[in-house]
């Protein structure tokens, strides 16, 4: 079955200090990949998506990520955090049928420290 | 705001009511999306349509869910005989056609609780 799997369910950091999520996933076909964001109170934001083509992909607000096909990974990172990226954070995966239907791992609670 | 609407933000039923949600894609999007997401978990799909056809339902769609879009714009996602189990949070998407960009744009979803 198609699974996706982050490594961390709650990351506390201080300003300034670097983050890397990690997220891997199980299916044996070709996958779309994406970061979605939610910040408080407020709705699913897409944070960066990878198609094709070059493995590290940015996104908005500073965030990357690197899609690491031989260890079916897409490990999000941003190398200095805010006090505003404190939001819950959620890899998902699309496979590339006719759906298209987005499989999101359980998510990681960012607390970012003042 | 061009964005997904959902309708109602928030809603408490008692148990055994049905209750219905509704929801507003962006409106050049062709397909449509219904997730469910619980406390300390990530969005589930439950169905996805494409104009007005819904070609897949997930297993977690009981006979007391049903899914229509009827004209291909709007959609709504009725729950019959509300179990305490159905408390949740109901999250709409929408995206483009196109094998090229499945990026979904989600709504602020339906707060359901039954008491």
């Known amino acids: 079955a198609q699974s996706v799997s982050q490594h961390n369910h709650h990351v506390i950091l201080s300003e300034a200090a670097s983050l890397e999520l990690g997220c891997n996933y199980s299916y044996g076909g070709t996958v779309n990949l994406f970061w979605y964001v939610q910040y408080p109170g407020q709705h699913l934001q897409l944070l960066l998506k990878?198609?094709?083509?070059?493995?590290l992909v940015k996104g908005i607000k500073g965030f990357e990520a690197e899609f690491i096909k031989s260890k079916f990974s897409f490990n999000l990172r941003k190398p200095s955090v805010q006090w505003s990226d404190t939001a819950e954070y959620f890899c998902?995966?699309?496979?590339?049928?006719?759906?298209?239907?987005?499989?999101f791992g359980s998510g990681t609670r960012l607390l970012v420290r003042p | 705001d061009t964005g997904v609407s959902q309708d109602p933000r928030h809603k408490i039923t008692k148990r055994g009511q049905n209750v219905t949600f509704r929801c507003d894609p962006i409106s050049e999007h062709n397909r449509l999306y219904w997730y469910r997401q619980t406390l300390g978990q990530g969005p589930e799909f439950l169905t996805y349509f494409q104009n007005e056809a819904q070609l897949e339902k997930s297993r977690l769609l009981s006979d007391r869910f049903s899914a229509e879009r009827p004209k291909g714009s709007f959609s709504t996602l009725e729950i019959q005989r509300t179990e305490q189990g159905d408390s949740a949070m109901y999250l709409c998407?929408?995206?483009?056609?196109?094998?090229?960009?499945?990026?979904?744009?989600f709504g602020q979803g339906t707060r359901l609780t039954v008491v």
């Open positions: 998902a995966v699309t496979p590339r049928d006719s759906s298209y239907k987005l499989i």
């Open positions: 998407a929408s995206s483009p056609e196109g094998s090229g960009n499945t990026e979904a744009f």
């Open positions: 990878y198609f094709s083509g070059d493995p």
